[in-house]
C-alpha cells in the first residue's frame, strides 16, 4: 500500500495543479479503502497456497493446475520478472504466491470479486489489481513467449498418435468456439457480437491442435457473426503454413480457396450430395472425426475454466488475453492423450 502523504498546508494546496489534487485524492480513497477492509476483516486473510499445497487434487480443483510442482514452476517463472501493476499502485499486504493463487482461482472458478477480497482480505479493487495484473504477466510469459511458432509437420509426425497415421502431414487441427459476453450497449455491436448459431451475444475464438492435442494457436477473439472462413483469413494462422502443409477442420471451414495459393491442403469431412454416404466418405467422415475429437478435447478442457462461461463488462477489454492465458494453463495440464494409445514411429 502506497505510504500516507503529509497533509499539505493551505498554500501548498492551492499551488498545486488540479491533476496533482485528483491524483493525491485517487490515493488518499485508496488507503481509506484499505483500511476499511483491515478494520472490517481484521486484517485477517482466510485463504491461502499453504492452505491447499498438501493436496494436488485441492491445487487442480482451484487452480487448473495439475499440482503443487506446476504452481511452484510457473511462481518462479513470474518472480524473475519486475511487476508493474495494473492499477499503478503495488500490493503488499499478500505475498506473490497468493496473489497467483488469486488470479488463478478467479480463471478457474470465476468467484466474484467480494468474495475473492473476502477469502485474502482485501477490498474489490485490490482483488481487480492482482487479478489484471498477474493475468497480463501469465499472458507475456506463456502466450507471447511460448505459442510464437507453431511446431513444423515433421514435429507433428513424431508425436502423432495412431489416428493420424492417414494423415502423416498434419500441421494443424483448427476449430471454433465461442464465449458469451455481456450485452454491449453499442446497438451496432450488438449485432455484430450476436450469434445466430448460439442464440446469444458471443466472441468467437480460432483454436488449434498439434497432433499430440497440445494448444498450438489462438487467435484473438471476434465478434460471435464472424465466419470460420473469415477468422481463418484474418487472425493470421496462415502464415505460419509452408507448402505441403495439411489443415484438419470442420464442414465450417470453407478455406481450400485461401489455402490453395499457399500449396497448403485442407481436409474436411465429406458433404452428402447423393441420399446417402458412399462407403468410402463414411470410412474418410469416422478417418477425420478420430484425429479431430482432440481439439474438441482441448476447447472441453479450456471451457473448464470458468470465467468462460461470461465474459461480464468490466472484463471485457481483456477477454482476449484472458482465454489465450486459460489456453495455456491447459497446456501445462496432464496430456490428454491416454498412456496406452499406439503412436506413429514411422509414417
Not at 511458432?149 to 513424431?158: D, H, K, Q, S, T
Amino acid at each position: 500500500m502506497r505510504p500516507p502523504s503529509p497533509v499539505p498546508g493551505p498554500s501548498s494546496v492551492f499551488e498545486s495543479s488540479p491533476a496533482v489534487l485528483n491524483s493525491e485524492l485517487y490515493f488518499l480513497r485508496k488507503e481509506l479503502d484499505e483500511l476499511k477492509a483491515k478494520k472490517k476483516l481484521g486484517e485477517k486473510q482466510i485463504f491461502s497456497f499453504d492452505m491447499i499445497c498438501h493436496s494436488d487434487e485441492k491445487v487442480s480443483q482451484y487452480t487448473g493446475l495439475p499440482s503443487k510442482h506446476h504452481f511452484n514452476i510457473l511462481l518462479q517463472l513470474i518472480l524473475k520478472y519486475k511487476i508493474k501493476y495494473y492499477a499503478e499502485w503495488n500490493v503488499e499486504r499478500i505475498s506473490p504466491e497468493d496473489q497467483l493463487l488469486c488470479t488463478l482461482v478467479k480463471l478457474r472458478l470465476n468467484l466474484p470479486l467480494f468474495v475473492l477480497s473476502g477469502m485474502f482480505g482485501v477490498v474489490d479493487s485490490t482483488i481487480s489489481n492482482i487479478f489484471l495484473t498477474y493475468l497480463s504477466v501469465i499472458h507475456k510469459l506463456l502466450f507471447k513467449g511460448m505459442l510464437k511458432e507453431i511446431p513444423c509437420r515433421e514435429l507433428n509426425r513424431a508425436a502423432a498418435p495412431a489416428c493420424f497415421a492417414t494423415f502423416p502431414n498434419t500441421r494443424i487441427v483448427l476449430d471454433c468456439t465461442e464465449i458469451e459476453v455481456a450485452i454491449p450497449s453499442n446497438l451496432r455491436t450488438q449485432r455484430e457480437v450476436y450469434s445466430s448459431y448460439k442464440h446469444r451475444h458471443t466472441f468467437k475464438v480460432l483454436i488449434g491442435i498439434s497432433t499430440n492435442a497440445v494448444i498450438t494457436y489462438v487467435s484473438d477473439l471476434y465478434p460471435g457473426s464472424t465466419s470460420d472462413k473469415v477468422i481463418t483469413k484474418e487472425c493470421g494462422v496462415l502464415s505460419h503454413m509452408t507448402a505441403g502443409d495439411l489443415i484438419l477442420c470442420d464442414k465450417g471451414f470453407l478455406i481450400s480457396d485461401l489455402c490453395a495459393p499457399l500449396g497448403v491442403n485442407v481436409n474436411i469431412p465429406p458433404f452428402l450430395t447423393n441420399p446417402q454416404f458412399t462407403k468410402n466418405e463414411v470410412l474418410a467422415t469416422k478417418q477425420i472425426a478420430r484425429a479431430r475429437i482432440h481439439v474438441e478435447r482441448a476447447i472441453g478442457r479450456l471451457k473448464n475454466f470458468r470465467i468462460l462461461d461470461f465474459i461480464a463488462p468490466n472484463f471485457r477489454e481483456h477477454a482476449t488475453k484472458i482465454v489465450q492465458v486459460c489456453a495455456c494453463l491447459v497446456n501445462l495440464q496432464y496430456t490428454l492423450l491416454k498412456d496406452n494409445e499406439t503412436f506413429m514411429s514411422e509414417v
